[in-house]
């Protein structure tokens, strides 16, 4: 079955330190890929999607992910961490198999410290 | 531009009990999906509608439906309520075609006594 995978569900920086987040997913072909941030009590925002081409996209908030094919995976990064980063981070990918269901990993909530 | 809105913002039910949530798309989206967030298990898809038709749903019971209007705006029911169905209803609308980027309502926070 398809599956999306954030190892983490739990990460805790320092601001100003910098972030990597985790995705992992199963499947051969070459999905579409989407980091959404959460944070409390809202909805879930955009921050950067691949669908094709260069393999390191650029997002909003300073965020970039790059789409590595060969480990299946989609990591999200960011240099410098700002406490206002602080939420919850889904990585969610469309297997593009017909139905167009983004499938969503179960989150990796960020913690901030001073 | 106004966003994915969402009504009620919190609804409380107890068990058995029936529970109507609202969503009303951006304008000019066709398509709604509907996801169920509980506590510590991300976003599970439950249905998908565009165009007024159903075109998908997830692994849920059928006490779980809705319908979208002509206007695009969509409403999910939930039959017969559980505890389990405690979770943020949320929604998202997106113009069909484009690789499915999603546009997310603030949810519904469903409580089931």
């Known amino acids: 079955a398809q599956s999306v995978t954030q190892p983490d569900i739990h990460i805790t920086v320092s601001e100003g330190a910098s972030l990597e987040l985790r995705c992992n997913y199963s499947?051969?072909?070459?999905?579409?890929l989407f980091w959404y941030v959460q944070s409390p009590g809202q909805g879930l925002q955009l921050l950067l999607k691949?669908?094709?081409?260069?393999?390191l996209v650029q997002g909003i908030k300073g965020f970039e992910a790059e789409f590595k094919r060969s480990q299946s995976s989609f990591n999200l990064r960011k240099p410098s961490v700002h406490w206002s980063d602080a939420a919850e981070y889904f990585c969610?990918?469309?297997?593009?198999?017909?139905?167009?269901?983004?499938?969503f990993g179960r989150g990796t909530s960020l913690i901030v410290h001073p | 531009e106004a966003g994915v809105t969402q009504s009620p913002t919190h609804l409380i039910k107890t068990r058995g009990q029936q529970a109507t949530l609202r969503c009303s798309p951006i304008?000019?989206?066709?398509?709604v999906y509907w996801y169920q967030q509980a506590l510590g298990l991300g976003l599970q898809f439950l249905l998908w509608?565009?165009?007024?038709?159903?075109?998908n749903r997830g692994n849920f019971p059928p006490r779980f439906s809705g319908r979208q209007f002509p206007n695009y705006s969509s409403e999910l029911n939930v039959n017969a309520l559980e505890l389990e169905d405690s979770a943020l209803y949320l929604c998202?609308?997106?113009?069909?075609?484009?690789?499915?980027?999603?546009?997310f309502g603030s949810g519904t926070q469903l409580s089931v006594l």
């Open positions: 998202a609308s997106s113009l069909e075609g484009e690789g499915v980027k999603l546009f």
């Open positions: 499947y051969g072909a070459t999905p579409y």
């Open positions: 691949y669908f094709s081409g260069d393999t």
């Open positions: 969610a990918v469309d297997f593009r198999e017909g139905s167009y269901i983004p499938t």
């Open positions: 304008s000019g989206h066709t398509s």
């Open positions: 509608y565009d165009e007024g038709e159903e075109r």
